[in-house]
């Protein structure tokens, strides 16, 4: 006799199943990153600082998407960051160029902004790059890369303000510094 989980089981289930795939896969990517710069919407114009970390996929020994969570402090007072990037780093340790493009925000945020999200990108300079990798007979090749880098960080972004019952909404931008350290991991 076969006994089947209930309705509401199953779904955990599955992303129980995906969530261990993808680590036993191999293919990880980690991230810690803190930004400062300047905010400027149709309201106000503001300086903000912060600091992400992130979780997720390697999808090559030079790429990675990349979820993070984090704290953003300054305008607004204080707010829960999170965002979806795309990293591209060089062919070989020599590049010292690589990219970040996402999608980001600040969905909830301590005083009159309701909302802040937008489009993000960045331009990396590497200051360091360290490549390795290791062969084993039974789980196969591994290959890691650890990256620091500083970039300059450029966003569009929607912002949106309580106005009583209300959300007014303004279009905004911010441009800044971040120091990243990214870490990739691919079996191969």
């Not at 005083?111 to 007979?137: I, Q």
Request: overall charge negative.
């Amino acid at each position: 006799m076969q006994r089947l989980a209930p309705a509401f089981v199953q779904p955990r289930m599955q992303k129980t199943l995906v969530v261990l795939t993808l680590l036993c896969d191999g293919c990880i990517a980690a991230s810690v990153r803190a930004h400062t710069g300047v905010l400027v919407d149709q309201r106000q114009t503001g300086f903000q600082a912060g600091v992400d970390l992130g979780i997720g996929i390697a999808t090559t020994k030079h790429s990675a998407v990349v979820e993070t969570i984090g704290v953003a402090a300054g305008t607004p007072p204080v707010g829960l960051a999170v965002g979806l990037d795309y990293v591209r780093l060089g062919e070989s340790s020599d590049g010292k160029l690589a990219g970040r493009i996402g999608f980001g925000g600040i969905p909830i945020a301590y005083g009159d902004l309701a909302l802040s999200a937008g489009l993000r990108a960045a331009v990396l300079y590497v200051l360091r790059d360290r490549e390795s990798s290791s062969s084993g007979e039974k789980w196969g090749s591994e290959a890691s890369r650890s990256v620091l880098a500083v970039g300059l960080e450029a966003a569009v972004l929607e912002d949106g303000y309580r106005t009583g019952s209300t959300v007014e909404a303004t279009i905004g931008a911010s441009a800044g510094v971040t120091l990243e350290l990214l870490e990739l991991s691919t079996l191969y």
